[in-house]
């Protein structure tokens, strides 16, 4: 091969290194800007970072972004600095490896807590061992068993391998998605198909340590803007045509945010490790893919299409309606903001406001 010549001369060049270097801080720096204007806010330095680099292409250094954050919003970086928490004692996990035990929960803070203010209820599911978010869905409730079930059946029909265990509450939601898993799991024989569910409180779920981090995370940006409509009359949580509108905007825009946070910021973290477990400290993704790493083993099953057109039969899961307005509503939306799907954060509030304004409801 070829030897070519390197030409390191630029090096001597002070005055284009010094463009070179306000050219590239310029360029993070509107890119920090963006995301704190929006839920990027909440994020701390290290997991801002990371988002930089995979959202923003720019492969920059930590501490660059750390210091464009304090130099923009020196309060917001200092309010989301570590502090020292007293912390309850949490039950410790133990694990064979990925796919061993899946956790699935439903999160309501986004609406209200329990008191269903706003039509936004997530619903997902974590790998334990990894820590990975397998998947996370927002609809206008998620008590609903069938569209429970689907959101599973989706993932296993995408991914072809089903957990050895799956841990859920004990409550009506859970029921078909419990049913399925357990027929799925006697093709392999290796146990009582009933003991792969295993039921707790959400409090022992793995998933919560999560819940907590979207909340502080990315919820509390959207929370404040639904809290202004509903505090300045702009939003009845009594009427159902303005629940409907409101989570005619929202769900696109939360479950895009959802799909990017379970993405780019928490699969992509590194989790250290934890006195209270005794699980591997990693990335959820590299943990995921390479358990041997780690001292641990996939534990999943294949399954196969057959076995998921068969259970999908039974179920019926598929044949619910995958849309919570009817076909005249959403007609009369779209003919007032015709992609809603491209709503973003900056102009929700205005979109509502704008449906409302000029909404008719079809008769």
């Given at each position: 091969?070829?030897?070519?010549?390197?030409n390191d001369s630029w090096c001597d060049?002070?005055?284009?290194?010094?463009?070179?270097t306000k050219y590239v801080r310029q360029?993070?720096?509107?890119?920090?800007?963006?995301?704190?204007?929006?839920?990027?806010?909440?994020?701390?330095?290290?997991?801002?970072?990371?988002?930089?680099?995979?959202?923003?292409?720019?492969?920059?250094?930590?501490?660059?972004?750390?210091?464009?954050?304090?130099?923009?919003?020196?309060?917001?970086?200092?309010?989301?600095?570590?502090?020292?928490?007293?912390?309850?004692?949490?039950?410790?996990?133990?694990?064979?490896?990925?796919?061993?035990?899946?956790?699935?929960?439903?999160?309501?803070?986004?609406?209200?807590?329990?008191?269903?203010?706003?039509?936004?209820?997530?619903?997902?599911?974590?790998?334990?061992?990894?820590?990975?978010?397998?998947?996370?869905?927002?609809?206008?409730?998620?008590?609903?068993?069938?569209?429970?079930?689907?959101?599973?059946?989706?993932?296993?029909?995408?991914?072809?391998?089903?957990?050895?265990?799956?841990?859920?509450?004990?409550?009506?939601?859970?029921?078909?998605?419990?049913?399925?898993?357990?027929?799925?799991?006697q093709h392999h024989g290796d146990m009582?198909?009933?003991?792969?569910?295993?039921?707790?409180?959400?409090?022992?779920?793995?998933?919560?340590?999560?819940?907590?981090?979207?909340?502080?995370?990315?919820?509390?940006?959207?929370?404040?803007?639904?809290?202004?409509?509903?505090?300045?009359?702009?939003?009845?949580?009594?009427?159902?045509?303005?629940?409907?509108?409101?989570?005619?905007?929202?769900?696109?825009?939360?479950?895009?945010?959802?799909?990017?946070?379970?993405?780019?910021?928490?699969?992509?973290?590194?989790?250290?490790?934890?006195?209270?477990?005794?699980?591997?400290?990693?990335?959820?993704?590299?943990?995921?893919?390479?358990?041997?790493?780690?001292?641990?083993?996939?534990?999943?099953?294949?399954?196969?299409?057959?076995?998921?057109?068969?259970?999908?039969?039974?179920?019926?899961?598929?044949?619910?309606?995958?849309?919570?307005?009817?076909?005249?509503?959403?007609?009369?939306?779209?003919?007032?903001?015709?992609?809603?799907?491209?709503?973003?954060?900056?102009?929700?509030?205005?979109?509502?406001?704008?449906?409302?304004?000029?909404?008719?409801?079809?008769?």
């Amino acid at each position: 091969m070829a030897a070519y010549p390197r030409n390191d001369s630029w090096c001597d060049d002070y005055a284009l290194k010094e463009d070179l270097t306000k050219y590239v801080r310029q360029e993070v720096k509107e890119a920090v800007g963006k995301e704190l204007a929006g839920p990027g806010q909440l994020l701390g330095y290290r997991a801002l970072h990371i988002k930089i680099r995979q959202e923003h292409l720019l492969n920059v250094p930590r501490d660059l972004v750390y210091a464009i954050m304090q130099e923009i919003d020196p309060e917001g970086l200092e309010s989301r600095a570590v502090g020292i928490k007293k912390k309850k004692k949490k039950q410790c996990f133990t694990t064979r490896g990925p796919n061993w035990v899946h956790s699935v929960d439903g999160h309501n803070k986004v609406m209200g807590f329990q008191t269903d203010t706003f039509p936004l209820a997530i619903y997902g599911s974590i790998d334990t061992a990894s820590r990975k978010l397998l998947w996370l869905c927002i609809w206008t409730n998620n008590r609903e068993p069938r569209l429970i079930g689907r959101w599973y059946l989706e993932y296993l029909y995408e991914n072809k391998v089903i957990p050895s265990y799956l841990r859920m509450d004990r409550g009506t939601e859970t029921g078909v998605m419990a049913t399925m898993h357990a027929f799925l799991r006697q093709h392999h024989g290796d146990m009582d198909p009933a003991e792969t569910v295993i039921y707790g409180p959400s409090t022992a779920n793995q998933i919560e340590r999560w819940c907590r981090e979207l909340h502080e995370r990315l919820e509390k940006f959207y929370k404040e803007k639904l809290r202004w409509l509903k505090d300045q009359n702009h939003y009845n949580p009594q009427n159902e045509t303005d629940r409907i509108l409101l989570a005619l905007v929202m769900i696109p825009l939360l479950q895009k945010e959802l799909d990017t946070f379970k993405d780019t910021i928490w699969n992509s973290h590194r989790i250290g490790l934890q006195k209270d477990t005794m699980l591997p400290g990693g990335v959820p993704d590299h943990i995921y893919n390479f358990p041997g790493e780690y001292g641990l083993e996939e534990s999943g099953w294949i399954v196969s299409e057959e076995q998921l057109e068969e259970v999908a039969t039974h179920s019926g899961v598929l044949e619910i309606d995958d849309d919570f307005l009817n076909a005249r509503f959403r007609a009369e939306c779209e003919r007032l903001i015709p992609k809603t799907e491209e709503i973003t954060h900056e102009d929700c509030v205005d979109a509502f406001l704008f449906l409302k304004a000029h909404f008719i409801l079809p008769q």
